[in-house]
């Protein structure tokens, strides 16, 4: 399976502000996703990155609040937008192999909004 | 009604105990079906594929009935370092490419 890091680790944000995590992969892959876990919650997909092409969000979420760049096939970035304290929340890049649906995690980022 | 749906647990079972969870699917077109493991604070990490005819791996055993759409994971001999969250994994089927649906997850608290 694929090494996968992701920074930062944690973070502590005011409200209003912005935060950027980047996922970073040891090897070329066609897919990532982007996760949510909330408190106590199971993982909900906020989106799809494909490199080359814009990323597919699920129902629920929207570009402006939590827009992704995928400039190459090792890379990715997520940015939550206009924090608010609902937003806190442990974010985890997945990517998955061509052909399967085995993903594999990163470390997540744990952020709290203050 | 859940895409994915488990017992929440908390499981509470001695070492060297059988336990076994079930998780139910709603999505009938599914094909590929899985378990992850979570640990306190980590990431979730894939513990086992769910193949149509069933499969084990070591102490794990997990099985598929498709007619039913459920899918089991046992665990025979448990050790203290099943002490985890078990999650049931299910891909939404041939128009979702990769996507894929968590349950909400089952705690196993193994004790001594």
């Known amino acids: 399976s694929a090494v996968i890091s992701q920074k930062p680790s944690r973070d502590i944000c005011q409200r209003g502000t912005s935060l950027t995590i980047q996922c970073q992969v040891d090897?070329?892959?066609?897919?990532m996703f982007w996760y949510r876990q909330q408190p106590g919650q199971s993982l909900t997909l906020i989106a799809t990155a494909n490199q080359g092409s814009e990323a597919t969000y699920e129902s629920g979420f929207v570009i402006d609040k939590f827009p992704i760049s995928r400039p190459n096939l090792t890379f990715s970035t997520l940015t939550v937008s206009n924090m608010s304290p609902e937003d806190s929340s442990i974010y985890l890049c997945s990517v998955a192999g061509p052909g399967t649906y085995e993903q594999y995690f990163g470390p997540g980022t744990r952020l709290t909004v203050t | 009604r859940k895409e994915v749906e488990q017992d929440p647990g908390p499981f509470n079972v001695p070492e060297g105990a059988t336990v076994a969870f079930n998780c139910t699917y709603s999505n009938s077109a599914s094909q590929s079906f899985f378990w992850y493991r979570q640990d306190c604070r980590k990431e979730p990490k894939l513990l086992m594929s769910?193949?149509?005819s069933g499969n084990e791996d070591g102490r794990f055993t997990a099985q598929l009935n498709r007619a039913s759409q459920y899918i089991s994971l046992l665990i025979r001999d448990s050790k203290l370092s099943d002490s985890a969250t078990y999650l049931c994994?299910?891909?939404?089927?041939?128009?979702?490419?990769?996507?894929?649906?968590f349950g909400s997850g089952t705690r196993l608290s193994i004790r001594p």
């Open positions: 090897s070329q892959v066609t897919m």
């Open positions: 769910v193949y149509s």
């Open positions: 994994v299910v891909n939404r089927g041939y128009s979702s490419a990769s996507k894929i649906i």
